[in-house]
């Protein structure tokens, strides 16, 4: 098993991560009620991985910080809708958590994810709980857990995976119009079905 991810890696795990989210995209459309029920987030939301993934594939070298630079440079191209800038800035904290790294282990994606939650909430004038940004914080905060130690991807990804479940189901509990609508958040089911992606690639 894998104690290190090169950037040809990290290329792979989000790939496999855009092909679930593609499968999932309707699902999570309808799940849009906030901050308008405009039903396209799951859409905004894979548009934008397209583009992470289209600027990734161009890079040749093997190195994990080229390649999370240039998926950062593709989420801020080519994202859409309130959910994409902030995915955009997800990635934008995970390239600069990685520079200058040939290669990565938990510890220094748990160091990324950190990032990743900064520029996240900075991305929004007014940041809202039970969102998208509640649920990057979930896995942000999970990502610095003892597990990281190990260098075991599969319990590293699970672990967060499972967070960011957890998160998801919570936050009708701290937005009032989820509760009322019946649904989770849009945004952050997204975020959770990227999540499993990368478990999926890790177990497979």
Request: charged share 20%; with cysteine; proline share 3%.
């Amino acid at each position: 098993m894998k104690k290190r991810l090169n950037g040809q890696d990290f290329c792979s795990a989000f790939t496999s991560a855009a092909a679930l989210f593609e499968r999932n995209v309707d699902g999570i459309n309808d799940l849009n009620v906030f901050p308008v029920p405009d039903g396209d987030t799951g859409t905004n939301m894979f548009l934008t991985l397209q583009a992470v993934l289209e600027r990734a594939l161009s890079v040749g070298s093997g190195s994990v910080s080229d390649v999370s630079e240039a998926m950062a440079k593709g989420a801020l191209m080519g994202a859409r809708g309130n959910s994409g800038v902030i995915l955009s800035q997800f990635f934008k904290g995970i390239a600069v958590g990685l520079n200058k790294e040939h290669d990565c282990g938990p510890s220094e994606l748990a160091t990324a994810f950190t990032l990743a939650k900064e520029y996240s909430y900075k991305a929004v004038s007014n940041p809202v709980e039970g969102t998208l940004l509640t649920v990057i914080s979930s896995v942000a905060e999970a990502a610095k857990q003892p597990v990281v130690e190990t260098g075991n991807f599969q319990a590293f990804f699970d672990m967060l995976l499972n967070v960011a479940r957890d998160s998801v189901a919570k936050t009708p509990t701290k937005l009032k119009i989820l509760r009322e609508a019946g649904v989770v958040d849009a945004g952050g089911q997204g975020l959770a079905v990227i999540m499993e992606g990368l478990a999926r690639w890790v177990r497979d």
